[in-house]
């Protein structure tokens, strides 16, 4: 049984710093790569960022571009959201998602698993 379980979150002022963590388990994504995407009360989910395992490219949205950074630790079956620079528009529950990629990026029916979510909190 494949599981992804976010870690992290939390409630911080505007300006500040957090690291989002996700680990997978039941399988690799060698062959995809694994997302954040962020849902706000009331709005759709939206994608945040993705990276893909083998070759380790990144990809932002322009909304988070220069203020996040995705990353992934293979030995650990895990990636990580540098979040710097929040801001109250960043509060939103963070998933982490994990798949083959083949619609594209930003697109959530390219991936296959979803975790449960973190909340992530900014206040001004």
């Known amino acids: 049984q494949v599981r992804l379980v976010e870690s992290g979150g939390g409630l911080v002022q505007s300006g500040d710093s957090l690291e989002l963590s996700c680990t997978a388990s039941g399988r690799t994504f060698s062959n995809g790569g694994m997302a954040w995407f962020r849902q706000a009360p009331g709005k759709e989910r939206e994608f945040v960022a993705a990276?893909?395992?083998?070759?380790?490219?990144?990809y932002y949205s322009d909304s988070v571009k220069g203020r996040f950074t995705i990353s992934r630790d293979s030995a650990k079956n895990s990636i990580y959201l540098q979040m710097n620079s929040l801001k109250p528009e960043d509060t939103a529950v963070y998933y982490c998602a994990a798949g083959t990629v083949k619609f594209g990026a930003p697109i959530p029916a390219s991936y296959n698993y979803w975790g449960q979510g973190t909340q992530v909190a900014v206040s001004s």
């Open positions: 990276i893909w395992w083998t070759a380790g490219n990144t």
